[in-house]
């Protein structure tokens, strides 16, 4: 990693500044939404489901009204507001009413006086079903034959990109179909929330773990019909994200639970209960087709790509739109012609999980790309290296990619990087697949390489204006910040502080819970806080600081536009003046608050051309298994990789994302799969939902590339997404170079490998 | 609780040298729920209820183990030690000041239950080996790091403490 | 409802005659998951934790025996002394969850909650353990093989303690392996302990997870002891040992579920079989394996 060699202040942009949250998170004072807590508060519950899809013939809580300690039993009868939500279509009830479309959709909730009591409340409620058949292929939600389970249709958005010759045939074609499982964001913090009414019961404050503060209080608003203001919401501690706290899960009941009683609720989920009560990655089925010149030189892809929304839309237009405008990857390609599906079926819903759809389109192109070396005579690289992308080409959409697109570089700066060492004589069994079931010995196992390379558009898309909000305060050589942007792990808190060092000379920079208080920051997702929240603290402190100038400018009667911040000092660039930020600053109280909004982007048109991404970034993964061939597993023995940042702002916070991103793709690549059967989950635990472990964790080596990024506040592009996109397809492509197994799935199973 | 569902365990636990009397506890509470709910000791996390996470690893009479696996009425007379209790001054451990210098802190969702996890292998075995280190924590899911940093954090306070630090 | 915390064996003997629907508990690693995911509704509870005799093991050389304490830790299992004499137990101890569950965890919690996919059980069955229980009344030893009855059934009575497990000490080699989809923390999918007894010549597997109980594959048995000696320190050849691995999987009746696949179960037993016993060929002529 590069850093610079001069010598820096502590804690400014650049510097592995220390999170401001680490040390209470390490003495276990950090204060998580499961941690809240309040005088006189009950517990909710939720009860769910248990069919696919069902209709509710009755529900009858009296028996759960009559236990001793349970305060209230609401179904969605008493929803006074909106009766659905949703971030992009509000089609998801608060409550089921009439039928139930997934195994674990919201029935009713209670609030009793201890999480036993609102157990046994939820058993003592009597739902009588009347079992429908489940709608739970994919493929199937697409005959129009097929009876719609929604009022709003089976297919939730069909998108087509169509681009060039349509007629194109290439003298080296390749084709295949790939399937995705559907992997959990399993974050470890399970929801929870705290919602306190208001003494008047006109209105509620609500402390929640989520992505999105505002988005949250617009859609509880709704549901309870009060007025935003009525509303408040305060960022409960967030035990990570990855995605699945985009999506309202609890907010809503909380709060109606706390209405109904006039008493704070506590609700969190347990492991199992996380499972129902949140969206997943979408399971997809991509069909690719890939047409090249002799040479290798990519013509024309066709794809047709089709994702499993589940039973709601949640984000599904949005996921489905990146799979189909990133199918053709970080490539050059004139001609396409894709056609893209999301559907509603009646299986979990589905909606953003980090990757966001590229990690579906990902997995299929670059699986392809190696055919199409095979099948050109080239290897992995040389094809990847034929066709990388450059600023200024075009995407299948038609749109330029103004972004700085290293993807040369990426891919060369991971080849350079060192491979690992052979396997030693007598290795200890847990290097070896297999780990601690000491089941293979060095003899049995087989080490493969294999490549993947990403693009990942950041922000959000199709004439969104995520906006973010920041607000600066300079007071006596101390700057406060506040903003909503939720801070769910990556460390948002620490950039913020280094930004406000950087910008005013500070050393002390406060920062505001974390609210509605201020307007909204925009999810914490689409990698796009750094360039968002940290343009919009950025600008806030940049209007600080020019009042600080004006000030100091007119004290000393020269020219504000002469000043400038050198360490902690103000100096006059055109003279002696040299004058502390904090006596600068001494009683004085300068508060600015600014707004970032991103250029503005298009939606696309039905033959999927338009202007619709804000940004790119790329990266380039290698990975190094070792594959027990005859028992099918693996052990992913390293990852390589060169990652376009733009600028690193915090060598210690990159390191983590694209270590913390690559374990979760080789989680999708091995072993992580939400398991359904007739619409059921077979496995919501951790005993059986699979997470790689400190012994499944590869080497990890790493390249930044910094090639700053003109259009970025900072320079900086977003880094939390492209770590766990294309290392998934380079895990799969190591496996099938150890084995010559097709392997078109993931995650890969030892059966597959074994029988594939 | 009350009427028919209320609980009527007494006990009285030992966690982090402090003698703590439990009322009207539910007879299938977890030690995790009693420290969280019971003792005002929520820095114990819980995220599997099975023992498959880590995130509530503790202390029970110097063996680390799973708080959601542990019957809280049968952990008396235990000596019973809580991310809180591994310093009795308020400043932070070797352990805990290396978990943030060297990055090993992201949600921090599962670090409570690291630190105590890595404070027994170091005590225990104090020059562990790569692979040590990873075997002792591979009870310890984390989901944003990785693992890398907190590899790097262990190291870290491993070598210190060789050097006498 | 209540917590019993006995201090003794006949402590806890006494509460189990007076509290006869009472759950024991051991390491809580397995009733403590019913608990909390509320699939059970627990009642009376008598809790072993604190019983001493309990977590004592001992070896009695004059009848090459080590009897193991129903609650000694596998985290004790799996370190020297112990491991010496048991180096299958051992490594079975070692895969079990993680060092967090192999602190609590114990045989007697394998015994009682008695699932094919119990980690320790196709050691105890190999070597064929013998079980002692106890009652307020009576005590009894069974045979492992006459204790695992079917899932998560036993022929422990209600009234009656699992107190301790009694294996044979033995010399040549003894292995064991378990295959799961992660590298540490997993339940088995199917696992697998070969067992050499050089004096008395015989070679015993046992499989886990891969059948309603723990099965020993006695054809397979039969047929290595019909075609190779198995005296000292014998060698097999590969074709032997891939032949013995294809005949030991005909005898396990695997399941399709969330974990993995009958087929690659039934593949899984024959592969991990074939390398057990290759392990053991010439054991202990060198320090290399050969393999």
């Known amino acids: 990693m590069s850093t610079s060699t001069t010598t820096r202040r502590r804690g400014v942009l650049g510097t592995s500044a220390l999170r401001p949250d680490g040390l209470p998170k390490v003495q276990g004072r950090f204060a998580f939404s499961s941690d809240a807590w309040a005088d006189n508060m009950l517990w909710g519950a939720t009860l769910r489901s248990p069919h696919p899809h069902a209709r509710i013939v009755s529900i009858d809580t009296s028996g759960a009204l009559a236990i001793n300690g349970v305060s209230a039993v609401i179904t969605a009868d008493d929803v006074p507001g909106q009766l659905t939500y949703g971030l992009i279509s509000n089609d998801q009830p608060v409550f089921a009413r009439d039928v139930v479309r997934f195994a674990g959709e919201p029935v009713a909730a209670v609030a009793a006086d201890h999480p036993e009591t609102a157990r046994r409340a939820l058993a003592a409620i009597t739902v009588v079903y009347e079992v429908l058949p489940a709608l739970t292929r994919a493929e199937e939600a697409l005959d129009t034959g097929t009876t719609p389970i929604h009022p709003d249709g089976n297919v939730i958005r069909r998108q087509r990109i169509v681009r060039g010759d349509q007629s194109f045939a290439g003298d080296v074609v390749v084709e295949g179909t790939y399937d995705i499982g559907m992997q959990d964001q399993a974050f470890l913090g399970l929801e929870a929330a705290l919602a306190l009414p208001d003494d008047d019961g006109s209105g509620v404050e609500l402390f929640v773990a989520t992505q999105w503060l505002h988005e949250d209080q617009k859609q509880i608003a709704a549901c309870l019909g009060l007025p935003l203001d009525k509303v408040r919401l305060t960022l409960g501690g967030v035990g990570g994200a990855f995605g699945g706290r985009e999506d309202i899960s609890l907010q809503v009941h909380c709060c109606l639970l706390a209405l109904a009683t006039g008493r704070p609720i506590k609700m969190q989920y347990g492991r199992e209960e996380s499972f129902f009560g949140h969206i997943h990655r979408h399971p997809a089925t991509i069909w690719m087709r890939h047409h090249a010149d002799r040479d290798g030189t990519l013509r024309r892809v066709e794809a047709r790509v089709l994702m499993d929304g589940g039973a709601y839309a949640s984000t599904s237009s949005a996921v489905l739109i990146n799979a189909v405008t990133h199918v053709q990857g970080p490539y050059r390609c004139e001609n396409a012609t894709v056609d893209g599906y999301a559907v509603r079926t009646n299986n979990p819903p589905c909606g953003a999980m980090r990757g966001f759809g590229v990690v579906q389109a990902c997995f299929a192109h670059e699986s392809q790309m190696d055919k199409l070396a095979a099948a050109c005579g080239l290897d992995p690289v040389t094809i990847r290296l034929k066709n990388a992308m450059r600023t200024g080409d075009r995407l299948i959409t038609g749109q330029v990619v103004e972004s700085v697109a290293p993807v040369e570089r990426c891919i060369r700066e991971t080849a350079a990087l060192p491979l690992p060492p052979e396997l030693s004589e007598h290795p200890d069994a847990l290097q070896l697949p297999g780990g601690s079931g000491r089941t293979a010995r060095r003899n049995n196992v087989t080490r493969g390489i294999g490549w993947g390379v990403s693009i990942k558009n950041l922000m959000y898309s199709e004439g969104f204006d995520d906006y973010a909000t920041a607000r600066c305060r300079l007071a006596n050589g101390v700057a406060t910040l506040q903003f909503a942007t939720a801070e769910v792990g990556q460390g948002f808190v620490v950039l913020a502080q280094q930004i406000a060092r950087s910008v005013l000379g500070v050393d002390t920079v406060l920062l505001e819970p974390i609210s509605t208080a201020i307007g909204s920051a925009g999810s914490t997702s689409a990698s796009r806080q750094t360039w968002m929240s940290g343009g919009a603290v950025d600008g806030a402190c940049r209007l600080v600081r020019e009042r600080l100038f004006e000030q100091v400018a007119r004290e000393h009667h020269i020219d504000p536009l002469r000043l400038t911040i050198d360490g902690i000092d103000v100096i006059d660039s055109a003279g002696d003046l040299r004058v502390s930020v904090e006596d600068a600053s001494r009683g004085l109280v300068i508060d600015e608050t600014f707004e970032h909004h991103h250029r503005a982007t298009e939606e696309l048109d039905e033959n999927g051309q338009g202007n619709c991404h804000v940004a790119f970034a790329f990266v380039a993964h290698r990975a190094v298994v070792d594959v027990d061939t005859e028992l099918g597993l693996v052990k992913v023995v390293q990852i390589a990789t060169a990652q376009d940042v733009g600028r690193v702002l915090n060598p210690l916070a990159a390191l983590g994302q694209v270590e913390g991103g690559i374990a979760q793709g080789l989680g999708l690549a091995v072993m992580e799969e939400i398991v359904l059967v007739d619409g059921k989950m077979r496995n919501p635990s951790f005993t059986d939902y699979l997470l790689p472990t400190a012994l499944d964790a590869p080497e990890v080596v790493v390249s930044m590339i910094e090639e700053p990024e003109p259009q970025a506040p900072l320079g900086a592009k977003g880094i939390g997404e492209p770590p766990c996109i294309s290392v998934t397809p380079a895990i799969v492509a190591a496996i099938r170079a150890a084995t010559g197994k097709d392997l078109a799935r993931v995650p890969v199973r030892p059966q597959d490998i074994v029988f594939g | ?165 | ?291």
């Open chain 3, 1 to 291: 409802m209540t917590v019993i915390n006995a201090r003794s064996v006949d402590e806890a003997l006494t509460a189990l005659r007076d509290h006869p629907r009472a759950r024991l508990l051991q390491g809580g690693t397995d009733l403590m998951v019913e608990v909390n995911l509320q699939r059970t509704s627990v009642q009376d509870v008598i809790a072993l934790r604190q019983v001493s005799e309990l977590r004592r093991w001992h070896v009695d050389e004059q009848s090459r025996a080590v009897r193991i304490g129903a609650g000694v830790p596998y985290a004790e299992l799996e370190r020297n002394p112990l491991a010496l004499h048991l180096p299958a137990l051992a490594q079975a101890a070692r895969t079990v969850g993680s060092p967090q569950i192999r602190a609590a965890g114990s045989l007697g919690g394998n015994l009682g909650t008695c699932s094919p996919a119990g980690d320790g059980l196709p050691v105890l069955s190999a070597m064929d353990a013998v079980v002692h229980l106890r009652s307020a009344t009576d005590s009894r030893d069974v045979s492992i093989h006459d204790f695992m009855l079917g899932v998560k059934r036993s022929a422990r009575r209600p009234d009656e303690l699992i107190v301790a497990v009694t294996l044979p000490l033995l010399d040549g080699f003894q292995g064991y392996a378990k295959v799961g989809t992660r590298n540490a923390m997993v339940i088995s999918v199917a696992s697998a302990c070969l067992i050499h007894d050089a004096s008395e010549g015989s070679i015993r597997l046992a499989y886990g997870a891969v059948a309603p109980t723990v099965v020993r594959a006695r054809n397979a048995e039969r047929w290595l002891a019909a075609n190779a000696p198995l005296r000292g320190r014998p060698v097999f050849d590969r074709a032997l040992a891939s032949e013995f691995g294809r005949r030991a999987a005909e005898e396990c009746a695997p399941i399709d579920d969330h974990r993995s696949t009958a087929r690659y179960r039934r593949h899984a037993v024959a592969v991990l079989a074939e390398r057990l016993l290759l392990q053991a060929s010439g054991y202990g002529a060198s320090r290399e394996h050969t393999t």
């Open chain 2, 1 to 165: 609780m009350s009427g028919e569902n209320a609980g009527n365990e007494f006990f009285r636990l030992t966690v982090n040298g402090i003698d703590h009397d439990v009322r009207d506890a539910w007879v299938g509470e977890s030690l995790l729920y009693v420290l969280r709910e019971r003792l005002g000791l929520p820095g114990t996390k819980g995220a599997c209820e099975q023992g498959e996470c880590g995130s509530c690893t503790v202390l029970m009479d110097g063996e680390a183990v799973c708080a959601c696996l542990v019957m809280a009425a049968s952990a008396v007379d235990s000596e019973i030690v809580t991310v809180e209790g591994l310093s009795t001054d308020g400043e932070p451990t070797d352990v805990q000041n290396t978990f943030v210098a060297a990055g090993g802190v992201q949600c921090g969702f599962c670090t409570p239950g690291l630190i105590v996890a890595v404070h027994h292998l170091l005590d225990r075995t104090p020059n562990p080996t790569d692979l040590e280190i990873r075997e002792a924590i591979s009870g310890n899911i984390c989901r944003c790091t990785g693992y890398g940093r907190i590899f790097e954090a262990v190291r870290l306070a491993r070598d210190a403490r060789l050097a006498g630090g």
